[in-house]
């Protein structure tokens, strides 16, 4: 739940909305107290070469991508990058619980904290930004493109920024990967850009976490919209799929959306080539993490989120 009081949204206006545009009736999160950094990385490492850039297939979400390329990055939920004290904050915040079927197992409740700061915001809905020098054209092509994707149906704005500014920087790295919301005592916020990452879905997701959203298949309601096949997941990575308390996570009263950019598809870390989520409504079944970028929904949330919610400019 965030500080301000956020007027909600008619269902009935958004359903409407959502059928005219042919996408689903999608998430934000608590937001991470902006925490100085330990070991802020200088500049992230070098990947592996691509594979196929000119693919045309669907292009899944950071966190598929990572697990293809076979990176021991430690990232949360596949590809969120959290600070020490966010990690602490994070472990000491949600309830841990895997969900099998309607049984839920809990992991360890701990106690909830008064953790939320308006700290995170981009402040007025502006982020300086750098693509940094050693990307391809191809990538820096791709990052514009998705900047453009967020930044045309939304209050928020991207602006070149100057090297010594705090800045979210777009730099080469051996993931797919970002941080949760403004690190606002940082210079220099990586979002990493890992070969195969340069895909408008990829690269508008990692975005998305850098404004402030996580995932919507971990959102407290998922349950109502996806079924978890944890015996499909990958040895050690169910914690990708955890879900969020309600105590923890507020959505602004807006439905979930299948078809969301943060949302997963549907063979997400899978070991066996098995769905590891399967939707309650089986014709979204293709329609998880198989966008081009933000839907209406997620337009809806980042304005409603960022306090601007009249300046939505969605074109279907």
Not at 90 to 96: L, S, V
């Amino acid at each position: 739940m965030f500080y301000s009081a956020v007027p909600r949204v008619p269902l009935a206006l958004i359903a409407l909305i959502s059928w005219l545009c042919h996408i689903s009736p999608a998430m934000i999160i608590p937001a991470l107290r902006n925490e100085h950094p330990e070991n802020v990385p200088d500049k992230m490492a070098i990947g592996k070469e691509p594979i196929d850039n000119n693919s045309d297939r669907m292009s899944p979400t950071g966190g598929t991508f990572n697990q293809y390329l076979g990176n021991n990055i430690r990232l949360f939920e596949g590809d969120i990058i959290l600070t020490k004290q966010q990690e602490k904050i994070w472990n000491q915040t949600f309830n841990y619980a895997m969900t099998f079927s309607n049984r839920t197992i809990r992991m360890g409740r701990k106690k909830r904290q008064a953790y939320r700061s308006d700290n995170y915001f981009w402040q007025d809905g502006i982020v300086p930004y750098r693509i940094d020098s050693k990307l391809s054209q191809h990538a820096k092509d791709i990052i514009k493109k998705s900047i453009e994707k967020w930044e045309s149906s939304t209050c928020i704005t991207f602006i070149p920024a100057s090297n010594k500014k705090n800045a979210l920087v777009f730099v080469r790295g051996s993931s797919c990967s970002s941080y949760i919301g403004h690190m606002s005592q940082w210079t220099k916020q990586p979002v990493s850009i890992g070969y195969n990452c340069e895909h408008i879905h990829t690269i508008s997701h990692e975005i998305g976490h850098a404004l402030g959203f996580l995932h919507t298949h971990t959102r407290a309601d998922r349950d109502e919209y996806i079924w978890i096949k944890f015996n499909n997941i990958q040895d050690g990575l169910s914690s990708n799929f955890m879900r969020s308390s309600r105590e923890d996570n507020y959505n602004y009263g807006l439905p979930y959306d299948y078809g969301s950019v943060m949302h997963y598809s549907k063979k997400a870390f899978t070991s066996n080539s098995g769905p590891t989520i399967i939707p309650r409504y089986s014709w979204y079944e293709d329609t998880m993490g198989s966008g081009t970028g933000p839907t209406f929904i997620d337009i809806l949330m980042m304005n409603t989120h960022y306090k601007c919610l009249g300046m939505s400019n969605f074109i279907c």
